[in-house]
């Protein structure tokens, strides 16, 4: 209160500048924010795919690595000697006689003492195929049986399943053995 006024205030109204400014400011730090928002969104969308596709790959390789292991495991049982010499006696195959080396460094000695591989005759003609996994190739029969002194059929070939091709040897009968002498002056 002023002296003199008794007890009343006077107000004044002066001209000033108008109050403008706030809200171009205001709706700029909202626009700042809501992008800052959707950009933290995007983000952690990007962020939660790429953790997706992390975990998808870490399955896919725990999946390959298992198979790679059994595969593994698989070669090491086909290749254990015990299978190996039990493939063999399947198709056909008789363990060797006696080994001889070559001794190279001392001139080219002959180091053991060299044997035919034995076995009891005739061997089993085996059933087993020694390649899983390829068809066999069609085998070519001759129509009638060949005279006894006709000479032995020729090999056929035929194209296998894979593209290989298959010689099929078609061996004709036992023949005696000519005498010894010539046998023309009888």
Excluded: C, Y
């Excluded at 593994?72 to 086909?78: G, K």
């Excluded at 299978?83 to 070559?102: D, K, T």
Aim: glycine share 14%; charged share 15%.
């Amino acid at each position: 209160m002023f002296p003199g006024q008794g007890g009343r205030a006077r107000i004044t109204v002066r001209p000033g500048r108008p109050v403008r400014g706030r809200t171009p400011f205001a709706v700029l730090v909202v626009l700042l924010l809501g992008a800052g928002l959707l950009g933290l969104l995007a983000l952690n969308t990007a962020l939660n795919e790429g953790s997706f596709e992390l975990s998808r790959l870490n399955r896919q390789t725990t999946a390959l690595t298992d198979e790679q292991q059994g595969l593994q495991h698989q070669i090491d049982q086909n290749s254990a000697p015990d299978s190996l010499a039990r493939r063999a006696g399947e198709l056909g195959m008789v363990p060797a006689g006696g080994l001889a080396f070559l001794d190279l460094p001392n001139g080219g000695a002959v180091v053991g003492t060299p044997k035919p591989a034995q076995d009891s005759p005739p061997v089993k003609r085996s059933t087993v195929e020694p390649w899983p996994g390829k068809q066999p190739a069609p085998s070519v029969q001759p129509s009638a049986q060949p005279s006894p002194g006709a000479p032995a059929a020729p090999a056929t070939t035929a194209p296998a399943a894979g593209g290989d091709v298959t010689v099929q040897v078609n061996p004709g009968p036992a023949q005696p053995a000519p005498a010894a002498g010539g046998g023309a002056g009888r």
